[in-house]
């Protein structure tokens, strides 16, 4: 297939997909290898910024997808939504900010550090599919951890997490806490001073 021709296939798929296509999915339907998917995905990226277009393509992590441009979102809201999008309380913003941060956690993590009970937030957080289940940790009571979303990264306007900004610089202590708690071990008083 010629470049150009392969970037209307590439259009094609990911118009009709609606959701994100992994590469690996792209490269065996589109009969091309991964460098040259990436020059064509990357060649349309560019075109439809470059004409202001009102559709972007966005990579993903590991998949691609056709996405609204972002100066266009009111106008999209307006048109296809019925009501206002609920927007994130600072609780939610809080337990998703710890959650992307430091994934996979657990809810009891994600109390320790809040210092609160995050049980009705975590659901919300799961219900607006902005986290999900990452397995269980391999511990006593073998709790649910939670890692954040592709729709988590799509809504933030990321393309992976090494995206999100950097966080302040952690004490000493924090660090001690966070490996005292991966490690599933109890912090004693001396030490939690």
């Known amino acids: 297939m010629e470049v150009k021709e392969l970037e209307s296939a590439l259009e094609g798929v990911l118009f009709a997909a609606g959701e994100p296509v992994p590469v690996e999915r792209l490269c065996l339907g589109l009969e091309v290898d991964r460098p040259t998917l990436d020059a064509v995905a990357q060649r349309l990226m560019d075109r439809y910024s470059y004409d202001r277009r009102g559709i972007r393509l966005v990579r993903l992590d590991t998949s691609y997808q056709l996405c609204s441009a972002p100066e266009f979102a009111p106008c999209v809201r307006r048109t296809l939504e019925s009501r206002k999008p609920a927007r994130l309380s600072q609780p939610a913003l809080e337990v998703l900010s ?63 997490l090494e995206e999100l900004p950097e966080l302040p610089n952690q004490s000493q202590e924090g660090s001690q806490m966070t490996l005292e708690t991966a490690a599933g071990l109890p912090v004693s008083p001396a030490e939690g001073q």
């Open 98 to 160: 710890i959650i992307a941060y430091y994934q996979p956690v657990t809810r009891a993590y994600v109390d320790q550090v809040r210092g609160v009970d995050s049980s009705y937030t975590i659901g919300l957080l799961l219900e607006r599919e902005l986290i999900e289940e990452a397995g269980r940790l391999a511990v006593p009571g073998r709790p649910m951890q939670f890692k954040t979303t592709r729709n988590f990264l799509r809504s933030f306007g990321l393309s992976s």
